[in-house]
Each structure stands twice: as structure tokens, then as C-alpha cells.
């Protein structure tokens, strides 16, 4: 048993970053009060644009190709996610509704963009982030083995932000004015926060999280870009409410989901798990989704005006 | 109330010229001519009867889409779970199709009643969470769409494995596909089915119980304000779950169309792109049925051209989605289309006015 964990792990720590940056990107934006179902579509876009920038500077920069990918796909995330900003902040638009249209674009888009420069609409990367074992830390006894072995570069760089992020919500003003907005933004407009600007930053914040998960999923296990993130969007989503909306919530909502998947994607190999149905290893995550939907549904940690367009004039 | 009505006409309009400038500017931008490209389109979608049976066939499942996103929002739900609901409705339309052998009007009555059925049971569990427990219809028909994923995934290998691919199930036997030798003949060919038919009724059949009958006017009611829907003595709740019941049946039917009509067979792997399209098809009708009807058929064109013109240029067939999801984006922030007409009224009106106001100027000299 303990060779099976210690073998599946890496990959399941591997599998909750992206889901982790993606769904802390989604926290950022129903902090600020904006509801972005559109995760799935920012995640597509950072795959895309991080395929295209690593696959053309590999051949001619091979060091720093990568981590140009990540950046670019942070900035295609923001300039994507502003089409969702500018529809719910400033026009009032049905937010779920303006996501919808934000996944359908970018599947069709990137798809269209890949096959006129590919043929195909895949882009294959040369070779994506290499895995390396922690030095020191992973050389202690069972948690080095766990935590500390086989691990990307990406993975860290993604805890890192997750607890610089925890720092920004909860110690700055900055943070305080982003929960205010989506809790109470008249409150916070009759108090000089401008409302629409820390809504702006919280939607861009989610463009640029959501497309850095993107591109993490292309530079760890996948190394193409096939105009999907196979639904990883909506389970950041899902992390969210089953994270009940704080940091440390959607980190352990994100690993658990990452572990069940990697747990059900292993199971054929596994004698142990292989007499479990796959079928309900496979619809293990959303079935406790629903569950924990239920179960929070009377103590709702949501922000309070999530999805109601503010209106500066209204009071 | 006419005008309203024209109003949201003229706004799908411009929606759709939006979403197809948007496109004739991608092709431009990929080095292509836009005029031939949407002369492919259409031209593939409408240039003889079999490619019109298949552009009809197309918009089938379409219809039943847009009709489920559109009567839930009329409940003033949002139904984004009409991808799995039809995948689930034409498992089970599927699963009776092959495990029965009965004379066709009655496999054929079972096995769009499985559908409906399938269907409206996937949209109930929402439905009673929704009721029951508040929890937000969106996050939770999502998840079912991908339970509903791995549950066909799973089932169709397992049960009904087709004869060369494990990745689809065996093909239906022609007693039990709702194409019809006649049909398909007067079409030259075509994927044209008799789903068509259906959706036809489902578009009749809606429209009267959203105007005609009590239980729309409960559901509408509940809608607009749940609040004064409950002061009024109606039963909220049991409303909300027989709206998205009712969502899910036509989905449902929709999946039957598309996998037992249109296709012969039932893929795993794939979440029909279908149930998205449908909350398009339900914006740009304006939740209408008739225009819900319409907007389909527009969309069944774009898509039953796209291979055509893809086949004759080189624009990628995506082309056809992106027009599409452009034009929810548009219709999202229809907003900003509405202003625009309204200034155009207002200027039109205001030199109107000033017409008016010359006239008795002058008689009066």
C-alpha cells in the first residue's frame, strides 16, 4: 500500500496545481463579487498561447522557452478574461452567461488559430519542465517521499502564490477592499473603494491564475495543446465552493480532487483498486461536489453580492 | 407589448451580424476571403435539398437544446446541464433500441419515452437540490454533465460495445433509428429524420404551456419574483423542480434526436457541444419557442455549412463555433446594443418632433 501512495503521489500533486491556480484565480474574482464560470475557457486560452510561445522559442532559446510560455499565457488569460470584466462590470451583463460565451470562444478560437498554423489543432512542445527531487527536504523519512520527490518547478511556484495570495486577502487593504466589494459594495463604494477598478483587478487576477493553470497542465503531464483542459475549469470551480471560498479551503478541495482522479486513473493497475467500478471512481469527485453543495448549502461562506452587477447610481 | 417583441428582434439581429462581422474579420486576419467563405457556408448549408435535410437535421437537436435552456430560464433557472441531459437521454433511448425487438411505432414511442425520461431524471436531482436545499442549479447540472460523461463511458463499452470500436456503441438496427426510407429519399440522401417532426410539437407544445395554461403562468410567475410567487399562494418549489424536469425531458428528447436520428450509434468521450449551443440558441430566440425554433435553424445552417467550406477553402470548420459563441458574447451584452438602438430612436424621433414642430410654425404664417 505504501509503494502505490508513494508511487501516485507526485502525480497527484502534479494534477492539483493546476486545479489549485485555477480555482484560486476563480477566489480572487467572486471575492470582488464577479462569478466567473469562464475558468474553463481562461485555462484553454493558457494552454493555447503557452503552446505557441514555448513551441516557437524552443528550437532557438531552450533554457527560458518555458517559462516565456507561463508568462505569455498570463498575459493571454488577463487580455481574455477583460472581454468578461467589461461584460459584467460595466454593461451588467448575466455573468454565467458571459462565462458561458468566454469557454465557447476560446475552445472554438484556439482550435481555429492552432489549425491554420498546425493543420491538425494540436501543438506539441518539445519537452515541458523536468521533475527534480527537493534537495534536503527530500531525504526525510516518508513526508520527503510524499511531498518532496519527483516534484515541478511549477508546483511550488504555484504554493508560493497560493500563500502569498492568502497573505493579500486577509493582512492588506488592498484585500479587505476586494472583500468588501463582493460581500458589500455599496458599503464599500460609500466608503471611497472604487468598486468597478477592485472588480476589474479581481477578474484580470482570475484571467492570469486561470491561464498560468493552463499552461501548467501543458508544461507538466500533457506537452500538447488539444483545445481542451478536459473539464479541470469546472473542477476548479467546484474547489471553490467545496473550499468554501478561503485559500487553505480550495487548497485541500483541489488535492482531494486531485488525488481521487489520479487514484481513479490508476485504478486498472492497481489490484486493489482495480475490483472498485471505475465508473464511480470516475464520478467520485463530482458526486462529493454535490454532496458538500448540500451540506454547506445552510452555512454558505459565498461572498454575499457574488454575481449581482453593481450599479454606482443604485443604492 | 409589440414593440418589445421587435425590439428583441432587432437586437438578435444585430447579435448575429456582430458575431458574423467577428468572423469575416478572423478569416481576413488568417488570410482568407471572407466573401468566399460565407459563400461556402451557406452554400453548404442551403445549396440543394439533401444539404437543407441536413442542415434541418442538425438544427433537430438544436431545438430541443435551446427549448430546455430557454423554459428553464423562463423559471428564472439557468439549465447549463443540457450536454449531459441528452447524453443521459440518449443512452437510455439507445439502451432500449437495442435490448428490445418490438413492432417500430412502439420500439420507437419507448424509445423517446427512455429519453424523456432519462432526461428529466438528470435534471431532477438539480431540481430537488435547487428546491430543497438552495444549492445554485448551475454548479450542480454541471457536475451532472460529467457524471453523465463517465456514466455513458463506462456503460456503453460495457454493455453495448459497437462491432469495431470500443469507443462507440453497436449501431441501431433500422427499425429502431428515426430515419425513415421516405424521408431520406425525398431529401436525396439526407441525415433528415423524424426528429425533425418532434421538435416541431415540443416548439407547439411549449408555447402553449408557457401562455395558454396555468402551470406556465406559475412558472413565470416564478421567475420574474419567487417571493410574491410564494405570497400568492403558488408551491414554489415543486414548481422549480417540474421546470427543470420538464428541461431535462426536452433535452433528453434532444439527445434521442441526435443519437438515434441523426447518428445511428452513441459515442463515449465526447460531451455533446449541443447543450451549450442550446443556451444560444435560447438567447438569441430571446426564450421564445418560435424564436428559439429559428435561431436553431440559423445555427444548423452555420454548422452543416462549415465542413463545406472548409472542404472548398482553407478556413478551419471552427470558424462556425467561434461565430456562434461570438454572437452569446453579443447577445450577452445586448445591453450595449439596446443603447444604441434607443439612440438611434431617440435621434429619429427627435428630428421627427422637430418636423412637427415646423409645420405649425409655417401654417401659422
Given at each position: 500500500?505504501?509503494a ?9 500533486m ?75 462590470i ?16 476560446a ?9 491554420n ?12 519542465l ?186 | ?49 439533401e ?65 424523456m ?58 427499425a ?39 402551470l ?97 477553402t ?8 467561434t ?36 409645420v ?6
Open positions: 500500500m505504501w502505490i501512495i508513494s508511487q501516485i503521489f507526485p502525480y497527484a502534479a494534477f492539483t496545481a493546476p486545479l489549485l491556480i485555477t480555482s484560486l484565480g476563480g477566489l480572487f474574482s467572486e471575492k470582488s463579487g464577479v462569478v466567473n464560470i469562464g475558468l474553463e475557457g481562461l485555462m484553454v486560452i493558457g494552454s493555447f498561447s503557452s503552446a505557441l510561445v514555448i513551441s516557437t522559442f524552443q528550437p532557438i532559446y531552450p533554457e527560458g522557452a518555458i517559462w516565456l510560455g507561463l508568462i505569455a499565457a498570463m498575459a493571454a488569460g488577463i487580455l481574455f478574461s477583460l472581454l468578461h470584466a467589461f461584460a459584467s460595466n454593461l451588467n451583463a448575466n455573468q454565467v452567461i458571459s462565462g458561458t460565451a468566454i469557454n465557447m470562444i475552445g472554438a478560437l484556439t482550435v481555429f488559430i492552432a489549425r498554423l498546425t493543420g491538425s489543432g494540436n501543438i506539441h512542445i518539445m519537452s515541458g523536468t521533475r527534480f527531487n527537493v534537495p534536503l527536504l527530500s531525504s526525510i523519512p516518508v513526508i520527503g517521499k510524499l511531498f518532496f520527490s519527483q516534484t515541478y518547478m511549477s508546483t511550488w511556484l504555484i504554493l508560493l502564490i497560493l500563500f502569498v495570495s492568502r497573505f493579500v486577502i486577509y493582512k492588506t487593504a488592498f484585500g479587505l477592499r476586494l472583500r468588501a466589494c463582493g460581500d458589500h459594495p455599496h458599503a464599500a463604494d460609500a466608503a471611497g473603494v472604487n468598486v468597478y477598478v477592485i472588480r476589474y483587478i479581481g477578474v484580470m487576477l482570475s484571467g492570469a491564475f486561470a491561464g498560468l493553470g493552463g499552461a501548467a497542465i501543458l508544461v507538466t503531464y500533457s506537452g500538447e495543446f488539444n483545445g481542451s483542459v478536459a473539464g479541470l475549469g469546472f473542477l476548479a470551480l467546484a474547489s471553490l465552493i467545496f473550499g468554501q471560498w478561503k485559500p487553505l479551503g480550495i487548497l485541500g478541495a483541489t488535492f482531494f480532487f486531485g488525488f481521487a482522479t489520479t487514484v481513479a486513473n490508476v485504478s486498472q493497475a492497481v489490484p486493489a483498486l482495480a475490483a472498485i467500478p471505475p465508473v464511480l471512481l470516475k464520478t467520485f469527485p463530482y458526486i462529493v461536489t454535490l454532496i458538500a453543495l448540500i451540506i454547506f448549502s445552510k452555512s454558505s461562506q459565498a461572498p454575499k453580492a457574488a454575481g449581482e452587477p453593481f450599479d454606482h447610481g443604485k443604492k | 407589448m409589440k414593440t418589445t417583441v421587435n425590439k428583441q428582434v432587432i437586437i438578435g439581429l444585430i447579435s448575429v451580424v456582430l458575431g458574423l462581422l467577428a468572423g469575416a474579420l478572423l478569416m481576413l486576419i488568417t488570410g482568407n476571403n471572407p466573401f468566399e467563405g460565407y459563400n461556402y457556408l451557406f452554400r453548404g448549408g442551403l445549396m440543394n435539398i444539404r437543407i435535410g441536413n442542415t434541418l437535421a442538425t438544427a433537430t437537436p438544436l431545438i430541443f437544446t435551446g427549448l430546455s435552456v430557454a423554459f428553464a430560464f423562463k423559471t428564472g433557472l439557468f439549465n447549463i446541464g443540457a450536454s449531459g441531459q441528452m447524453l443521459f437521454g440518449g443512452l437510455c433511448a439507445t439502451a432500449v433500441g437495442l435490448s428490445f425487438d418490438m413492432p417500430r411505432f412502439i420500439l420507437l414511442a419507448a424509445m423517446i419515452l427512455a429519453a425520461i432519462g432526461g428529466g431524471l438528470w435534471a431532477l436531482i438539480p431540481g430537488f437540490l435547487k428546491a430543497r436545499f438552495n444549492v445554485h442549479e448551475v454548479v450542480a447540472t454541471i457536475m451532472m454533465n460529467w457524471i453523465s460523461y463517465w456514466v455513458i463511458y463506462y456503460t456503453v463499452p460495457a454493455f453495448f460495445k459497437g462491432e469495431f470500436l470500443e469507443t462507440e456503441s453497436r449501431n441501431l438496427p433500422a429502431a433509428s428515426l430515419k425513415a426510407p421516405w424521408l431520406t429519399n425525398l431529401f436525396d440522401g439526407s441525415f433528415i429524420n423524424y426528429g425533425l417532426f418532434l421538435a416541431v410539437i415540443a416548439v407547439i407544445l411549449i408555447e402553449i404551456i408557457l401562455n395558454r395554461t396555468i406556465g403562468f406559475e412558472l413565470k410567475a416564478a421567475g420574474y419574483n419567487r417571493f410574491s410567487a410564494e405570497y400568492a399562494g403558488m408551491n414554489v418549489n415543486r414548481n422549480i423542480i417540474l421546470s427543470m424536469v420538464i428541461a431535462g425531458a426536452l433535452a433528453g428528447v434532444g439527445g434521442a434526436t441526435f443519437y438515434i436520428g441523426y447518428a445511428s450509434n452513441i459515442q463515449i468521450g465526447v460531451l455533446p457541444s449541443l447543450g451549450f449551443d442550446g443556451i444560444a440558441v435560447a438567447l438569441l430566440g430571446s426564450n421564445a419557442p418560435y424564436g428559439v425554433f429559428i435561431s436553431a435553424l440559423f445555427f444548423g445552417i452555420l454548422h452543416s455549412g462549415k465542413g463545406f467550406m472548409n472542404a472548398m482553407s478556413i478551419p470548420p471552427e470558424i462556425g463555433d461565430i456562434i459563441a461570438t454572437i452569446i458574447y453579443f447577445a450577452a451584452t445586448s445591453v450595449l446594443i439596446e443603447k444604441g438602438v434607443n439612440a438611434v430612436k431617440a435621434k429619429l424621433s427627435g428630428m421627427k418632433n422637430k418636423e412637427q414642430e415646423s405649425p410654425a409655417e401654417g401659422g404664417r
